[in-house]
């Protein structure tokens, strides 16, 4: 069974910096595509970045972009999302979620919820204005 356990989420002022983090076990890390997604209260979950198994590929919600990153570095068994000018409605609680993509090309990544397999328990990222 693969687990997932994110960190780096914290309260920061708008204009900030924070790089969560997603550390997987129980499982081959390399094998899987990795996405992150958030949920602020009230809404619903929505896709924020995801990276293919290879790191070749990835995408990123129009809402972060020029202004997130997201890396892995497979050695580590680890995930990143490098979140700079953070804004007030970033605020929400971050989750990490890993694809088994064995039998996809080492460009494949998903962006959608239910494309995935495993998911992490959250980290709350909380902007201050």
């Known amino acids: 069974q693969v687990q997932l356990v994110e960190s780096g989420g914290g309260l920061v002022q708008a204009g900030g910096s924070l790089r969560l983090s997603c550390a997987t076990s129980?499982?081959?890390?390399?094998?899987?595509?990795m996405g992150w997604f958030r949920q602020a209260p009230g809404k619903e979950r929505e896709f924020v970045a995801s990276?293919?198994?290879?790191?070749?590929?990835?995408d990123l919600a129009d809402s972060v972009k020029g202004r997130f990153t997201i890396s892995r570095d497979n050695a580590k068994d680890t995930v990143y999302l490098q979140m700079n000018s953070l804004l007030p409605e970033d605020t929400a609680v971050y989750y990490c979620?890993?694809?088994?993509?064995?039998?996809?090309?080492?460009?494949?990544?998903?962006?959608?919820?239910?494309?995935?397999?495993?998911w992490g328990q959250g980290t709350q990222v909380t902007v201050s204005s």
């Open positions: 990276i293919s198994r290879s790191g070749v590929s990835r």
């Open positions: 979620a890993a694809r088994d993509a064995t039998y996809k090309s080492g460009g494949y990544y998903a962006t959608t919820g239910p494309e995935y397999d495993y």
């Open positions: 129980g499982g081959t890390f390399s094998w899987y595509a």
